[in-house]
């Protein structure tokens, strides 16, 4: 069999085909070997998701402090006053410290990007009392500080100075809008989404960055127009790695302080050990395993407290890490053992960061983590070699110890991926806790070049949040910029460039309707097009239109960030910032581009599957009485309804070439309006196609449409087919979803795609379901697929987790890049998840 | 040549080794009343009713018009509920007209080089997994011209074949396909034939002539046993399949494999107007499951390989 010939001597904690469990356990929390491990998970679960307000009265103080400051200084000085105040926390059997200046789980505030919907929940819509997605104030006296707060800030915020620059026809598509895209993310918060340069920090210390920044204040000449502005950067970039270090420096010192009050000896130790890696890494590099840990620890969430930009990624960690893995097993300084509870006890910690998004982007985007923690593994070097170590296999048992949100575990797969990687690789997925995530190297790698990379960069490649391929320390990528709603604009398609329900009701008719305006252009309607080619034109001309309105959108919320929110402590871990003297949210580093993402286009492609069959091969029914039947909701159209959901007509996802075409026309269509268009930083817009959980939320605001959804109804997800309240119109099984998916170039998507697939468990039961799952993956990825990921979990399950969550409630299930805890899901993505096509066998 | 299917099925894995597309052939001479597939058992194509997913009849009512047997669709509270099969001639003209899967037609022709081009589709799964085609049913030697021509077109292009077979057949049919066939899978029933007559409707002589000359071509064989309680489940029997298993078959079973009763099939029946013969039987599943364990365990300690289930490995 092919996928037995490439072997590797790597292995990890437990042999490589050891089997787990199949499918979700309840009452089972005692995955991991180390019961200090699942003590520290329970103990995370345990706890409740609470608002702190330290860092929010922190960085109010200095804001008013340094009010006069230039921008750069005061965000660096801002930032040194939150770690020189922060309470810092030190729990019961922990081996890593440092969190993002709240203790663990809670959330703290990043009033820097935007307070107005804070001020507004916080006094009309209690977060308490949300949905799904809750926090808690721990007092009344917090809250009524957190509202003064917000008050200071009001007009001061990115989101500010994005809603000052924005014009009607912006507004109108966005979330303030129609909701055609939805730019939440960072117009609300912080950008996150890159991988921070963990080797060099590792090899330079805190205090080398530093030493970096001063050597470029030094070469800096007053012949440089850009002289002040570059000078005011380094000093930021100083400022707040000294402060780093002093902020290490305050938890060497807590260490030592509990440390010698400590009775028990065997912790004595360890606090002692701690205190004297946290002296050692407060400036200097890492010299152990346990400090390279420590040291990454310290460094990922200072840049969390910097910015509540979530997706901050961890880049190939098996590589990064490996150095030093190495010297202590050779050394005799650490056991394989103790190099595994380490790995694990820091899976546990990287759960710790919560972040509260606004109501709007909660209902899109959520849970309550700060998200998007992708950790890559395996893969091909810088050669082209296959990389797989003995961390690989290790990063996979942590992450089948753990069963967490966090990390997003990824492996990446190419055509000489060891036997061993791909049976641990399956051995955890069907463990059914939705991690790890596959990544196929050959067309990432290509979509990297595309970017402009050379080959060897492009191969260092490691995923951002979901699935967004990413140069560590090279890209400032924006990834996740927005959610584009393809199926809302199809209304305009579909209806003369207006919504399908168009009328006194909506908020914007007097500005719109009333006046005879349309919202989008008029590129023709059902009731006049003479060809089906006449259709496909009118979508080519939508997507202009409202890629011009998002992207020009995504440049202002971009330049926003740069004007009120630089970030001089992240930008010491990009090339090119501190040779040139430019912070990253201004174009600092290499590779600048904006990452948007289409969701729904399954949803497109079976209506015009519709419309071409029905009205223009078949000629059963007229473009207008189609027109008319979702405006109407389907209401006293049943036949249609029930054709349009019918195996009698062509659907995207069953290796159908007449559905498949229109998907792929869907798909080139949106990659080719995004591609090229220059973003402000001086990169360039890449697209993306995946929904995350948006494809809910977006559903929420769609009207009926032509694939035979009603209104209100999930649209597509990611790259998958249709489910509509009727059925799943993928009907042939999984060869037929992955062939369909396979038939669109996904290297043109340099910004992701993403493939969902549910198996039942008896389908991977025995050691011939996973080997037929390793053959599987293998055969899918040989077509050239950027990703994919399984939901080993029957709808039973789900269905008996909504009956009695409290048995529940660490079961993890795949939603789109990334798991979520089931029982913390919203009622709406709940349902969405159980009806996604689980396919049988 | 054109064959009657039922379904081509992909990434099964149920039948035979690794990932496989299987056919399911319509006919059968038996009539067990714990088939799940009831829809193989007629050789015709027929009509299948789905009543949740009709329209109604007043909204709708294409299938009526289209039906040129008067009174042939029957109908309750405006719902299609099932078919007079004495009216019906299977013109499958109100499978055609339901806008909604409705009418669900069971069989369909297909030719030889049809059903290759939806196989082909799948060749690298075979190759990655092991795997390849199964023919099954229904009893796919009913058909055994087109399964020849089908097995060979497959061996032609290096796809590995399997033939789920009841061996009901004239020994010349298996001889048919027996060049093209690299695996059979095949059912011990009942070593009693009368008692195999009396549930399946046909002794079992010329199955167990058939399945000794089977094992003399030296060809791969899977036997299956479906378990049923009551019927065959006792140590009597159990202890004769041994027998057959180690003497007859000359203990030339590369895997025996006890296939637990379970109540799979009968939204089919009821589609077909067909009554579920299992439908009164009621069972513990654990204490069932346990008890075919403890079969399994006996066959093992007659030096016979079985497993419960599909498979043919023990998991390490």
Redesign the interface.
Same mark, same amino acid.
Do not use: F, M, W
């Given at each position: 069999m092919i996928n037995q010939t490439v072997h590797t001597n790597a292995r990890g904690l437990e042999p490589f085909d050891q089997v787990y469990s199949l499918g979700y356990e309840v009452g089972h929390g005692d995955w991991s070997p180390f019961p200090r491990v699942n003590r520290l998970r329970q103990t995370f679960l345990d706890r409740p998701f609470n608002i702190d307000i330290e860092r929010f009265r922190n960085v109010t103080e200095a804001y008013q402090v340094y009010e006069r400051e230039p921008v750069k200084l005061r965000c660096a000085k801002a930032f040194e006053s939150i770690l020189m105040n922060a309470t810092l926390y030190i729990y019961d059997e922990d081996l890593i410290l440092g969190e993002i200046a709240a203790p663990a789980k809670a959330s703290p505030q990043y009033p820097e990007f935007s307070v107005n919907w804070m001020l507004y929940e916080a006094l009309y819509e209690p977060f308490e009392e949300r949905e799904h997605d809750q926090f808690y104030f721990v007092s009344e006296e917090d809250r009524q500080e957190f509202i003064e707060l917000c008050k200071w800030w009001q007009g001061k915020a990115v989101d500010d100075q994005v809603d000052a620059y924005l014009d009607d026809d912006q507004l109108k598509g966005s979330q303030s809008g129609k909701k055609i895209f939805q730019t939440n993310l960072y117009h609300y918060g912080g950008v996150g989404h890159y991988v921070m340069n963990y080797e060099k920090i590792l090899r330079v210390g805190f205090a080398g960055m530093a030493a970096e920044a001063k050597a470029g204040m030094a070469r800096l000449s007053k012949k440089d127009p850009d002289y002040a502005e570059k000078k005011v950067f380094y000093e930021a970039v100083i400022i707040c790695h000294e402060a780093a270090i002093k902020y290490i420096q305050r938890y060497a010192k807590l260490a030592e302080e509990m440390a010698a009050d400590c009775t028990d000896p065997a912790r004595k130790q360890e606090l002692e050990q701690m205190a004297a890696n946290c002296r050692q890494v407060a400036g200097g590099p890492a010299k152990t395993f346990w400090q390279a840990l420590q040291l990454f620890n310290f460094a990922t969430t200072l840049t969390q407290i910097e910015s509540n930009g979530h997706s901050v990624s961890y880049g190939r960690m098996d590589q990064w890490l490996y150095p030093y893995y190495e010297a202590d097993m050779q050394s005799g300084e650490i056991t394989k053992d103790f190099a595994q509870e380490l790995l694990e006890v820091t899976y546990v910690k990287m759960n710790n960061p919560t972040k509260i998004r606004d109501g709007g982007t909660a209902k899109v985007r959520q849970g309550r983590g700060f998200g998007g923690e992708c950790l890559t593994i395996g893969g091909v070097d810088r050669d082209g070699n296959d990389a797989t170590n003995d961390l690989t296999m290790m990063l996979l048992d942590a992450s089948v110890h753990t069963r967490m949100m966090c990390p997003w575990l990824l492996v990446r797969m190419h055509e000489n991926t060891p036997y061993e990687l791909k049976v641990k690789t399956v051995e955890c997925i069907r463990a059914g806790y939705g991690h790890p995530k596959i990544f196929n190297d050959a067309p990432t790698i290509a979509a990297q070049m595309s970017k402009g990379m050379p080959l060897e960069e492009a191969r260092d490649y490691a995923i951002v949040g979901c699935v967004e391929p990413n140069s560590p320390g090279r890209e400032y990528g924006w990834h996740d910029g927005s959610y584009i709603n393809t199926v809302k604009f199809m209304e305009m398609v579909l209806n003369g460039g207006r919504c399908l329900d168009c009328g006194p009701h909506c908020a914007r008719w007097e500005k719109c309707g009333a006046l005879g305006k349309a919202l989008g252009p008029d590129t023709g309607s059902l009731e006049t097009y003479q060809s089906f080619d006449e259709v496909l034109e009118s979508v080519d001309k939508q997507f202009d239109y409202w890629v011009d309105q998002m992207c020009s959108t995504m440049n202002i919320v971009d330049r926003a960030h740069r004007d009120r929110k630089p970030l001089p402590y992240a930008s010491a871990f990009f090339d090119g910032c501190l040779e040139d003297g430019v912070d990253v949210t201004a174009g600092g580093t290499v590779y600048n581009g904006i990452g948007p993402q289409a969701s729904g286009l399954a949803t497109c492609a079976d209506s015009l599957a519709v419309i071409k069959q029905l009205v223009f091969d078949e000629k059963r029914f007229t473009g207008a009485q189609l027109l008319q039947a979702v405006k109407d909701n389907w209401e006293g159209h049943e036949i249609l309804y029930a054709l349009v959901n019918s195996s009698k007509v062509h659907h995207f996802g069953n290796d159908d070439d007449y559905a498949d075409e229109l998907f792929r026309f869907m798909f080139e269509c949106y990659c080719r309006h995004l591609s090229g268009r220059p973003t402000i930083r001086g990169g360039e817009f890449t697209p993306g196609v995946y929904s995350v959980s948006a494809n809910v939320g977006m559903g929420l605001n769609t009207n009926a449409s032509l694939d035979g959804r009603k209104a209100g109804e999930a649209i597509s997800d990611n790259m998958g087919p249709v489910h509509t309240r009727v059925g799943s119109h993928d009907i042939c099984g999984p060869i037929a979803v992955a062939h369909s998916v396979s038939k669109v170039d996904h290297s043109l998507a340099t910004n992701g795609t993403l493939l969902n697939m549910k198996f039942p468990q008896d389908a991977v039961a025995g050691v011939e379901g996973r080997d037929n799952l390793v053959s599987f993956i293998d055969e899918y990825l040989s077509g050239d697929p950027m990703h994919i990921q399984f939901n080993i979990m029957s709808s039973e399950t789900m269905r008996a987790a909504q009956k009695h969550p409290e048995h529940y409630k660490d079961m993890l299930v795949r939603v789109a890049g990334y798991s979520a805890y089931f029982v913390e899901l919203g009622k709406a993505l709940q349902e969405d998840l159980i009806n996604r096509t689980e396919l049988s066998f | 040549m054109n064959g009657i299917i039922f379904n081509i099925?992909?990434?099964?894995?149920?039948d035979g080794?690794?990932?496989r597309t299987e056919l399911f052939m319509k006919g059968c001479a038996l009539r067990c009343p714990w088939c799940s597939n009831p829809e193989g058992q007629s050789s015709r194509i027929q009509p299948g009713v789905y009543q949740s =997913?009709c329209?109604?009849d007043s909204?709708?009512g294409?299938c009526r018009t289209v039906c040129p047997q008067e009174g042939a669709l029957l109908f309750a509270d405006g719902k299609l509920t099932a078919i007079d099969r004495a009216k019906c001639t299977g013109c499958m003209a109100c499978a055609d007209a339901c806008?909604?899967?409705a009418i669900k037609p069971w069989g369909r022709e297909i030719s030889v080089e049809e059903a290759m081009r939806e196989i082909r @589709?799948?060749k690298?799964?075979y190759? @990655?997994?092991?795997?390849g085609v199964t023919v099954s049913g229904g009893e796919p030697l009913q058909q055994a011209g087109f399964v020849e021509e089908l097995l060979r077109a497959c061996k032609e292009e290096g796809i590995h074949t399997c033939c789920e077979s009841t061996l009901n057949v004239p020994w010349e049919k298996v001889e048919q396909i027996l060049p093209w066939t690299d695996l059979f899978i095949t059912d011990i029933k009942h070593m009693d034939s009368a008692v195999h007559k009396d549930f399946s409707g046909g002794g079992n002589e010329r199955i167990i002539e058939n399945q000794k000359k089977l094992v003399r071509t030296g060809k791969d064989i899977i036997a299956r046993i479906p378990v049923i309680p009551g019927v065959n489940d006792d140590a009597a029997n159990i202890e004769a399949t041994a027998d057959y298993i180690l003497e007859d078959l000359e203990g030339k079973v590369r895997t025996l494999q006890l296939l637990s009763f379970m109540r799979l099939g009968e939204e089919k029946y009821r589609s077909l107007g067909m009554p579920y013969g299992m439908a009164d039987l009621k069972i513990d599943r654990p204490e069932f499951q346990a008890h075919v364990s403890e079969i399994a365990d006996y066959f093992n300690s007659r030096g016979i390989h079985c497993l419960v289930?599909t @498979?043919? =490995?023990?998991?390490?």
């Open positions: - | 099925q992909h990434y099964t894995i149920h080794p690794g990932i =997913k329209i109604s909204v709708c294409l806008p909604a899967d @589709r799948d690298g799964y190759d @990655r997994s092991g795997g289930g @498979r043919e =490995k023990e998991e390490s």
